[in-house]
């Protein structure tokens, strides 16, 4: 039995284009198979004159009866995610109940975010799991649910109207109410074998750059790990060559044991003596520490083999793993490669911290003070509050932005500064003489 997913945020922006564009397919994400992305529908239908999703949003807002004014900063729209655990869904597919599932979806979604309010809901049938995008605009009724019932104005006290129609997303994401979606959420999902996860529990959604910064962490421990039983297999091989050798020089004394004594009973049966039977029994203590050693050699080669071939077997099981890990993560995030040169340039040179990179790879722009170090010039350049961020270029790499311009156009500026402050001239004013 599998678990539900649910995710809701809200929206950023008045218009939450990024948010439409990604949903509505205006841009093709890199995990998003573009021979499938004829499969994706929309399961609400828009009203007259509407043909998206923003203009749902704003068509909800306009004609829901709102009397006061909406500042720049309210949050006009939630979006939420509807899914399950991968296999439950595929069998979902499979068993030809998708579109039940779909219906079951969007009549939940009606019924507790009001039918009017659940303004779009597209089902994504282009990416690993299937799921829908839904489009909540928050209109609720009544009085703000942090203001005083009373207010007292002089003498006079006064209360609110109970059915005014507000804007408000936070009195839709209360604690208490967020607890009670999964609960309604997964009641109305157990009939395709899929479950609440733990109330309580401390598991997050993980983002899609955090993802790929474990996979990332991942390869690494699979490489360290290969390279580990490397090392042990040769140390067990050296082992199993010391014995071999050991082995082989107690064979060599015992051979010119026995012909020292064969040589000692040809004189003793000529002249006697009582030292042939010493070296009888001297020969006879040497086979047996030869046969004892054999022995032991035996066993601990067998043993060493048993423990080269299964350290063998770890190594091709890590090999495998990893040849599979590297594969998925071409095959799913060819991006994250193409990431890795521009990660080490602001590790090792710039000496940005794991902090700034993160928040950079998550494609969020970074202020930076301090100062920033030119490979090209050898000489720190100070910033009083740069704004960094990651661009990807029209050949698919990724380039460093310094306040709008690529880290190179950045650096030779500040290098022109520099030069103008002390009295010098520029390349830029050697560029400009004219013989």
């Not at 507000?166 to 009195?171: F, N, P, Q, V, Y």
């Not at 960094?388 to 698919?396: A, K, P, Q, R, W």
Request: hydrophobic content about 30%; charged content about 35%; some cysteine.
């Amino acid at each position: 039995m599998g678990y539900i997913s649910i995710q809701i945020n809200k929206a950023k922006g008045s218009a939450d284009t990024g948010a439409s564009d990604h949903i509505e397919r205006k841009t093709i994400p890199k995990n998003a198979d573009p021979t499938r992305t004829h499969l994706n529908r929309e399961l609400v239908e828009f009203p007259d004159g509407v043909s998206d999703r923003t203009e749902a949003i704003s068509h909800r807002i306009r004609t829901a009866g709102i009397k006061r004014k909406i500042t720049p900063g309210q949050v006009r729209a939630i979006r939420i995610v509807l899914s399950g655990t991968h296999e439950d869904m595929m069998k979902i597919q499979g068993e030809g109940r998708l579109d039940e599932w779909c219906d079951d979806n969007l009549q939940w979604l009606q019924r507790t975010f009001g039918k009017e309010n659940t303004v779009s809901a597209v089902l994504h049938m282009d990416e690993h799991t299937p799921h829908i995008h839904a489009t909540i605009v928050p209109i609720v009724t009544g009085e703000r649910r942090k203001a005083k019932k009373k207010q007292t104005e002089g003498k006079r006290s006064y209360r609110k109207k109970a059915n005014t129609v507000r804007l408000c997303a936070d009195d839709v994401l209360t604690r208490e109410k967020l607890v009670a979606y999964h609960d309604s959420y997964a009641k109305v999902m157990e009939k395709y074998d899929l479950q609440r996860g733990v109330r309580g529990s401390e598991a997050r959604h993980t983002t899609t750059a955090q993802y790929y910064r474990d996979l990332v962490r991942q390869t690494s421990e699979l490489e360290a790990n290969v390279q580990q039983l490397q090392t042990e297999q040769q140390q067990a091989e050296q082992q199993l060559d010391e014995v071999r050798q050991e082995v082989k020089s107690e064979k060599l004394e015992a051979a010119k044991t026995e012909a020292k004594a064969a040589f000692v009973a040809k004189v003793g049966s000529l002249f006697g003596g009582g030292k042939l039977k010493e070296f009888e029994h001297r020969n006879e203590d040497l086979q047996k520490r030869i046969q004892e050693l054999e022995e032991e050699a035996i066993q601990r080669e067998e043993q060493h083999s048993k423990q080269i071939q299964e350290m063998k077997n770890a190594y091709e099981r890590q090999y495998r793993k990893l040849s599979e890990f590297t594969d998925f993560v071409k095959r799913y995030f060819p991006y994250v490669e193409k990431l890795m040169p521009t990660i080490k340039f602001l590790r090792d040179t710039l000496n940005f911290g794991d902090g700034l990179i993160k928040k950079l790879c998550m494609f969020k722009d970074v202020t930076i003070k301090g100062e920033l170090y030119s490979t090209e010039f050898r000489q720190h350049f100070k910033t009083d509050g740069s704004v960094c961020s990651l661009i990807e270029t029209s050949d698919g790499k990724f380039d460093l932005k310094i306040d709008g311009v690529s880290h190179v156009s950045w650096f030779r500026r500040k290098k022109d500064e520099y030069m103008e402050a002390l009295g010098l001239p520029t390349k830029k004013q050697n560029r400009d003489i004219k013989l």
